[in-house]
């Protein structure tokens, strides 16, 4: 065996094993992405008949006053940010990048005059700001793809409280939008006081001579918390789905880099296992000519 062939062929064997993992980890995350990614499908059609429901009763309650829809303590320099990030990491830049959005945000409150109260959802957000300069007001596991409306609302119920008590001025969220397995965008959000519902340009809105029981402006009284529920549900469900094509992406990226470096060892283990045989070879020449000699 030629010198270091040995730790040559150590180091493929751990790489190899390296590999496997990664290609076993790629397979989880693709099966997760289909499940999240046909679940995140589904329920965008509710979000968007929800909100298209809520721009016509807008259009004919004009006049309704709900907390949900206005500020109701614009003086108070506090705001609630609710960062949705992963229990896990290996998946690329996925929870740096919403944790930088994060930072970013908070940056630009500190700079209006406010501060800015965390709730973390997700153990990778928790670990890098506990113990920071933001308040860390709650923290909740990362939400999956079985995730419920009922499992949000713990979560829900903190921060309308924490908004109806004008303990905090707005409420934000930051998640990661799903685009496709290779893309997703940090996005942020305000929750309450729930942001002005434009009309689209192809909405007809509610004929005026509908009668509408009960009155429209009890409609949208018992829409409106649904409406930043959903807002809140979604948001989890797309954070989950670009977590695990991240993921995806990452195992598979390490996967080819394995693959490689296997490729490199390999190529340097015959290498030295031919110049040990050539400098054999030439020990047993040279052996040969000296008996002639």
Do not use: W
Request: net charge positive; hydrophobic share 40%; proline share 4%.
């Amino acid at each position: 065996m030629p010198k270091g062939g040995k730790d040559i062929r150590r180091r493929i064997r751990s790489v190899r094993n390296t590999q496997q993992i990664t290609k076993a980890m790629k397979m989880v995350a693709a099966a997760r992405l289909r499940k999240s990614e046909g679940r995140a499908s589904a329920s965008r059609p509710y979000t968007h008949t929800l909100r298209q429901v809520m721009q016509h009763l807008a259009e004919v309650a004009s006049e309704v006053e709900h907390p949900f829809l206005a500020h109701i303590a614009p003086e108070v320099p506090r705001v609630l940010l609710v960062l949705f990030t992963g229990d896990k990491g290996l998946c690329g830049s996925f929870n740096a990048n919403l944790i930088r959005r994060a930072e970013l945000f908070i940056r630009q409150q500190h700079e209006r005059g406010c501060k800015v109260d965390l709730i973390c959802a997700g153990k990778k957000g928790y670990m890098y700001f506990r113990g920071g300069a933001s308040p860390l007001k709650g923290y909740y596991p990362g939400f999956t793809h079985k995730t419920t409306f009922a499992e949000l609302k713990p979560l829900t119920a903190q921060l309308s409280d924490d908004y109806l008590k004008k303990e905090v001025s707005e409420v934000y969220v930051i998640y990661a939008r799903f685009v496709n397995v290779v893309k997703n965008i940090p996005t942020l959000v305000r929750l309450l006081p729930v942001e002005r519902i434009e009309r689209d340009a192809d909405s007809h809105g509610f004929r005026q001579d509908f009668t509408l029981e009960p009155s429209p402006e009890e409609l949208l009284t018992l829409l409106l918390p649904r409406y930043f529920q959903t807002v809140l549900f979604q948001a989890a469900i797309e954070n989950f789905t670009s977590e695990n094509g991240a993921r995806m992406v990452a195992m598979e990226n390490a996967t080819t880099a394995a693959g490689e470096m296997i490729d490199a060892l390999t190529l340097q283990y015959n290498k030295a296992r031919q110049q040990g045989i050539t400098l054999e070879l030439l020990d047993i020449v040279g052996g040969a000519e000296a008996l002639k000699g």
